[in-house]
């Protein structure tokens, strides 16, 4: 089966600063992926997901992430972070309905 | 629209006891799936199903059995807790098989004492 790894544990940021979230992937067929944001306290939400075409993805609240099939990578990227996106940030595969979550990175912003 | 709703939100057990968790979805999606989310381990798959009447194991099934018996409800039974399902557990439903974005239910969240 798939699998996720998010290598980033823990990023701290000042607010405005440039954000890059790490995450890779181990399949070797055709994957669907997705970005999701778990705000303290309450439920997954979905950031932005990849199926095809453009390797450029933008999502919500201004977050981006890129696709690079060479590297397995689909890093989430943010030009200036905000107080409010303080987070746990969760990358995802989806292989034939099996969705497999990497471990997380908690972001925290300071204001 | 209610979305994915679980119940209970909290819940305490004893070492042995059952107890089923609840979800249901409005949304008519056919694709619904239980996750289990433990500190530094992100979302664990423990069931799925893809439509009423199918379900299929994910990555961590063993002590779990669910079932589809419609479309809008995939409940959640635990045989026997243990303390090592001490967990938060969210539910979620999609309505494209693989490709849509999963709607995620507010969670349970579970104590096996």
């Known amino acids: 089966a798939q699998s996720v790894s998010q290598h980033n544990h823990h990023v701290i940021l000042s607010e405005a600063a440039s954000l890059e979230l790490g995450c890779n992937y181990s399949?070797?067929?055709?994957?669907?992926l997705f970005w999701y944001v778990q705000y303290p306290g309450q439920h997954l939400q979905l950031l932005l997901k990849?199926?095809?075409?453009?390797?450029l993805v933008k999502g919500i609240k201004g977050f981006e992430a890129e696709f690079i099939k060479s590297k397995f990578s689909f890093n989430l990227r943010k030009p200036s972070v905000q107080w409010s996106d303080t987070a746990e940030y969760f990358c995802?595969?989806?292989?034939?309905?099996?969705?497999?979550f990497g471990a997380g990175t908690r972001l925290t912003v300071k204001p | 629209n209610a979305g994915v709703t679980q119940t209970p939100k909290f819940q305490v057990l004893k070492t042995g006891q059952s107890m089923t968790l609840q979800c249901a979805q409005d949304?008519?999606?056919?694709?619904m799936s239980w996750y289990r989310q433990d500190p530094g381990m992100g979302l664990r798959l423990i069931h799925y199903s893809v439509g009423a009447g199918i379900t299929d194991q994910g990555e961590v099934p063993n002590g779990y059995n669910v079932s589809r018996s419609t479309t809008e409800d995939f409940p959640l039974r635990l045989l026997s807790a243990a303390p090592s399902q001490t967990s938060v557990y969210f539910c979620?439903?999609?309505?494209?098989?693989?490709?849509?974005?999963?709607?995620f239910g507010s969670g349970t969240r579970l104590t096996v004492v």
């Open positions: 979620a439903s999609s309505l494209y098989q693989g490709r849509g974005g999963y709607t």
């Open positions: 399949y070797g067929g055709t994957v669907n």
């Open positions: 949304m008519n999606h056919e694709y």
């Open positions: 995802a595969v989806n292989v034939n309905n099996d969705m497999r």
């Open positions: 990849y199926f095809s075409g453009d390797p």
